[in-house]
């Protein structure tokens, strides 16, 4: 094993043993906690010893950086599962569709609608989330914390898409918990299994609060790279 796979050994072990820990402290549901290696900005080099070491689940903000990195690292690693965490324009659904196997950023008719119509044009079916605006931020996307049931519904009804889960990124500079029980209670009432949220900072809150995928970036790979 190289060094830099020895090191996100390491790293990967850490985490998963903190996701553990936080997972019998506070006891079930859920019955798993799934890791999800946000690996955004970070080249392929960077993240091929993650994949070495194991780590199969990997979230991604933009269409275009993930299509420059993937398609070679899944060539080496075919079951990596791919999952879309930023935003979403209608004018990349078409690759998203191609490129990834989870969205977790439906937040709008539009996007509903033009990603059902992509998945059946490719013959895809893959899993989504509806992202909540769980804080009421206007700079953040996401459905309304009071329109997130009846949209989930409307995706399931109206666009056949197969929601399986909330979403959410709480503000920052205030106590996670709140927000993560506010999303817990909705997806209990949109019938939604899932529940992702909790990044490197907030995921042993977020398990807490019934987390079923925690999204964790800069404790696995370091401090990112600044964007020019």
Known sequence: MSAGATDAASRLAEIRQRIRAAHRR???PPETVNLVAVSKTFSADEIAPFLESGQRVFGENRVQEAKDKWP?????????????IGPLQT???REAVALFDVIQTVDREKLAATLAQEMTRAGRQLQCYVQVNIGAEPQKAGIAVEDAVAFTQRCRDVHGLNIVGLMCIPPDGQPAGPYFALLNSLAKEAGAANLSMGMSGDFETAIAMGATHVRV???LFGQRPTLT
């Open 217 to 219: 970036g800069s404790a």
């Open 72 to 84: 070679g690292l899944r060539e080496r690693f075919p079951d990596t599962r791919l999952h879309l």
């Open 26 to 28: 506070f006891g079930p």
């Open 91 to 93: 004018n990349k659904a």
